[in-house]
């Protein structure tokens, strides 16, 4: 019933959402993660269907699926997330990678639970892959490609500097020491960036009318990529 009532400018668009912050092992019980609650990611996959799309939503989290959510895809570890999205990448419209993939994990992984008897002064860390770069390097002609940048400084031109990097055609830079915004909140100010140098400012407001701001602009770029 909701989708008849959307906007269906997505009917026919296979769009592939991640969410939530990656879970990195340390031992049988103990994990590394950050602050991302998957709120964003959520209000996405919601208003992507809401508008028609076939949603995959690749999530960390545990929360109520949206309506309309074609597949979900659990996943913990910033690989499984990598083993979720490379495959199902060729086929999406449109990816949205909101998920706050982790940049290091434990190096090494016990796999029995470290008794506290036998201390831990340190947890040597070793970097993550970054496959949003893989997925900028082997974009299909047509995929909208969009990042997010979660930034405390100097967070448009890190954002832009991202969007280049890794070849992405929509980045939403988020800044999370904002009062009110980003992780662990309801609301979100963001700033959403196109390769061409423009900048459309989404002033605090809550997750869903973000999602709807960013989709705006997918929808506005594939407009441009196919006249
Ligand atoms: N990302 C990813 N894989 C990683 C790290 C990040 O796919 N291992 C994606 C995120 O999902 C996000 C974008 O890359 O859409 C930017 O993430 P961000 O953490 O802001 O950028 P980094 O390049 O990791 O730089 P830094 O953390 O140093 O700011
Ligand atoms: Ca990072």
Same mark, same amino acid.
């Given at each position: 019933?909701?989708?008849?009532?959307?906007?269906?400018?997505?009917?026919?668009?296979?769009?592939?959402?991640?969410?939530?912050?990656?879970?990195?092992?340390?031992?049988?019980?103990?994990?590394?993660?950050?602050?991302?609650?998957?709120?964003?990611?959520?209000?996405?996959?919601?208003?992507?269907?809401?508008?028609?799309?076939?949603?995959?939503?690749?999530?960390?989290?545990?929360?109520?699926?949206?309506?309309?959510?074609?597949?979900?895809?659990?996943?913990?570890?910033?690989?499984?997330?990598?083993?979720?999205?490379?495959?199902?990448?060729?086929?999406?419209?449109?990816?949205?990678?909101?998920?706050?993939?982790?940049?290091?994990?434990?190096?090494?992984?016990?796999?029995?639970?470290?008794?506290?008897?036998?201390?831990?002064?340190?947890?040597?860390?070793?970097?993550?892959?970054?496959?949003?770069?893989?997925? #900028?390097? !082997?974009? +299909?002609?047509?995929?909208?490609?969009?990042?997010?940048? *979660?930034?405390? =400084?100097? %967070? /448009?031109?890190?954002?832009?500097?991202?969007?280049?990097?890794?070849?992405?055609?929509?980045?939403?830079?988020?800044?999370?020491?904002?009062?009110?915004?980003?992780?662990?909140?309801?609301?979100?100010?963001?700033?959403?960036?196109?390769?061409?140098?423009? #900048?459309? !400012?989404? +002033?605090?407001?809550?997750?869903?009318?973000?999602?709807? *701001?960013?989709? =705006?602009? %997918? /929808?506005?770029?594939?407009?441009?990529?196919?006249?």
């Amino acid at each position: 019933v909701e989708r008849v009532l959307g906007p269906n400018d997505m009917v026919g668009q296979k769009v592939l959402v991640t969410a939530g912050g990656t879970r990195e092992a340390i031992d049988a019980v103990r994990v590394v993660t950050n602050r991302s609650s998957g709120k964003q990611g959520y209000a996405l996959a919601a208003e992507a269907a809401h508008r028609g799309a076939h949603v995959t939503l690749v999530t960390t989290v545990d929360r109520p699926v949206p309506p309309g959510v074609a597949e979900v895809v659990a996943v913990a570890s910033a690989a499984d997330m990598q083993e979720a999205v490379v495959p199902r990448a060729a086929d999406q419209d449109v990816i949205i990678m909101a998920a706050a993939v982790a940049d290091f994990r434990p190096a090494t992984v016990a796999d029995r639970k470290i008794k506290k008897g036998e201390g831990l002064d340190a947890i040597e860390l070793a970097p993550t892959h970054d496959f949003l770069v893989d997925l #900028g390097a !082997t974009k +299909p002609h047509g995929q909208v490609l969009v990042g997010f940048a *979660a930034e405390t =400084d100097d %967070v /448009v031109d890190n954002a832009r500097d991202k969007l280049a990097r890794k070849n992405l055609d929509l980045i939403v830079a988020n800044d999370v020491a904002s009062e009110g915004a980003g992780f662990e909140h309801d609301t979100n100010a963001v700033v959403i960036l196109t390769p061409d140098g423009v #900048g459309q !400012t989404v +002033p605090l407001t809550d997750k869903r009318t973000v999602a709807r *701001a960013v989709l =705006d602009a %997918v /929808v506005e770029r594939q407009g441009r990529t196919t006249a």
